[in-house]
């Protein structure tokens, strides 16, 4: 139970740290704005990390 603690708390660092970086490149503020697939990319392992920490609740 206490690694599958461990391992929630990583994936739960790891989504809030993308959640700032993703944040850091939609408010860039200076030229050139971020390019779209970038931000789709991050979006993505945004998703693919909530489903990892989905099926490790489960």
């Known amino acids: 139970h206490t690694a599958k603690l461990l391992l929630l708390l990583l994936l ?7 959640l700032l970086l993703l944040l850091l ?3 860039h503020a200076g ?8 931000l789709l990319l991050l979006l993505l392992l945004l998703l693919l990390l909530l ?5 490790a609740l489960l």
């Open 51 to 55: 489903l990892l920490l989905l099926s």
């Open 25 to 27: 490149l939609l408010f």
């Open 31 to 38: 030229p050139p704005p971020p390019p779209p697939l970038l």
């Open 12 to 18: 739960l660092l790891l989504l809030l740290l993308l």
